[in-house]
T-cell receptor
Framework: GQQVMQIPQYQHVQEGEDFTTYCNSSTTLSNIQWYKQRPGGHPVFLIQLVKSGEVKKQKRLTFQFGEAKKNSSLHITATQTTDVGTYFCAVRKTTDSWGKFQFGAGTQVVVTP | DVKVTQSSRYLVKRTGEKVFLECVQDMDHENMFWYRQDPGLGLRLIYFSYDVKMKEKGDIPEGYSVSREKKERFSLILESASTNQTSMYLC??????????FGPGTRLLVL
């Protein structure tokens, strides 16, 4: 079953607001990746986090890996309509082989102008 | 740019039919993956391959098999399609431990 929880499942945001989506695992992770899938499209890679406590930024997107390497967050500031889509985290456990990533169910983001 | 192509965008099959989904990547990636995507469940890994003729089961391999005879091509086979295999199927490829590049997906309907 799903061992990766993403919350919230659904996020309705006013344009210009900030929001955060979370990815939580019950086990220690080796690394985590984030993807974005636009409506009707396929997932597109955003970032990979490897180190404990790591923080990476991509323009208005800030990604963080927890100190215990069991959770991660994606924070978007000043949301724009182009941020619409579903954001997935994909995790690899320390016990898993290379390439075996487990995806969360995703956070679907809707932005109203 | 990495290109991952899938043989069909839409496919309609009958229960019990054997179904082949093909995926080709052009970036010499070692890893290739097959996922299915269903609303509310995200992407679930069916199988992945880390080298030619090498494969490993994902989270939901039952009812599926795979074949990787050449590095650039990874096939998903539904031996006897069932209605609960109606889904969006996504193929991806990556370098070892790297980001995954996805194909456009095949929407399969099993009647």
């Amino acid at each position: 079953g799903q061992q990766v929880m993403q919350i919230p499942q659904y996020q309705h945001v006013q344009e210009g607001e900030d929001f955060t989506t979370y990815c939580n695992s019950s086990t220690t992770l080796s690394n985590i990746q984030w993807y974005k899938q636009r409506p009707g499209g396929h997932p597109v890679f955003l970032i990979q986090l490897v180190k404990s406590g790591e923080v990476k930024k991509q323009k208005r997107l800030t990604f963080q890996f927890g100190e215990a390497k069991k959770n991660s967050s994606l924070h978007i500031t000043a949301t724009q309509t182009t941020d619409v889509g579903t954001y997935f985290c994909a995790v690899r456990k320390t016990t898993d082989s290379w390439g075996k990533f487990q995806f969360g169910a995703g956070t679907q983001v809707v932005v109203t102008p | 740019d990495v290109k991952v192509t899938q043989s069909s965008r839409y496919l309609v099959k009958r229960t019990g039919e054997k179904v082949f989904l093909e995926c080709v990547q052009d970036m010499d990636h070692e890893n290739m993956f097959w996922y299915r995507q269903d609303p509310g469940l995200g992407l679930r890994l069916i199988y992945f391959s880390y080298d030619v003729k090498m494969k490993e089961k994902g989270d939901i391999p039952e009812g599926y098999s795979v074949s990787r005879e050449k590095k650039e091509r990874f096939s998903l086979i539904l031996e006897s399609a069932s209605t609960n295999q109606t889904s969006m199927y996504l193929c991806a490829s990556s370098l070892r431990g790297g980001s995954q590049y996805f194909g456009p997906g095949t929407r399969l309907l099993v009647l």
